[in-house]
């Protein structure tokens, strides 16, 4: 029974540690921004019922989110702010976040703990969006890519001369031959590029080749 008692107590403090890790930060406390950038033919492929996986666009790279990161330990997430997202700004980023329900769960778990106002946070989205330039062979690509990781970083590399190896990762899926699913990209609080951190390094994709399917 002592053991139980241990063991569930033990479990709790953790769940306390966690949970105060998320909801007890302040808005505004963090160290820099981590974009993340969904490759959305390969979500389409395990959630084809989603928003952006129906109608008569397709998408290749849409903005998962914009999210506040610390050196150490990952960002503030669910802070206690509660404001809504106006419908002007959610309609405003449908081409980039064409999920409504996208822009209302990045809000509440990230946009609250940026410190600023729905529009002023999704104004910040916009422009560290427009600031990468997509390479152009993942722009619409008819047909399945099968590169390497440093082949891919490569060619963002190549097309944003700003940017530096360490400062970017791909994160992937576990198949056999694993499908390219986000770009994340580290950036200062004025969305300068700059080097991420070990804790945020620790999703990084370690395969040496990945699939990226292509936008039907």
Do not use: K
Request: net charge neutral; proline share 7%; hydrophobic share 35%.
């Amino acid at each position: 029974m002592a053991v139980v008692t241990v063991a569930v107590l033990g479990a709790s403090n953790a769940f306390a540690r966690h949970h105060q890790r998320y909801t007890d930060a302040s808005p505004g406390n963090f160290d820099y921004y981590l974009l993340s950038l969904s490759w959305s033919p390969a979500f389409c492929l395990d959630s084809p019922g989603s928003a952006e996986c129906n109608g008569p666009r397709r998408y290749g790279f849409i903005v998962h989110g914009l999210w506040p990161e610390n050196e150490r330990n990952r960002g503030p997430e669910h802070c206690d702010v509660h404001r809504d997202v106006p419908d002007d700004v959610v309609a405003g980023l449908a081409d980039i976040m064409p999920a409504r329900g996208l822009v209302y769960h990045e809000w509440s778990a990230h946009g609250t703990c940026s410190g600023l106002e729905p529009g002023e946070f999704f104004g910040l989205v916009r422009r560290a969006y427009a600031h990468l330039t997509m390479p152009a062979e993942f722009v619409r690509p008819g047909q399945p890519i099968q590169q390497s990781t440093d082949a891919i970083l490569g060619d963002f590399l190549r097309a944003n001369r700003d940017l530096r190896r360490d400062e970017m990762f791909l994160t992937c899926s576990r198949q056999s031959v694993p499908r390219l699913r986000e770009l994340r990209i580290c950036l200062d609080r004025s969305l300068a590029p700059r080097t991420c951190s070990e804790d945020a390094l620790r999703g990084a994709c370690t395969s040496g080749a990945l699939l990226v399917p292509p936008v039907r």
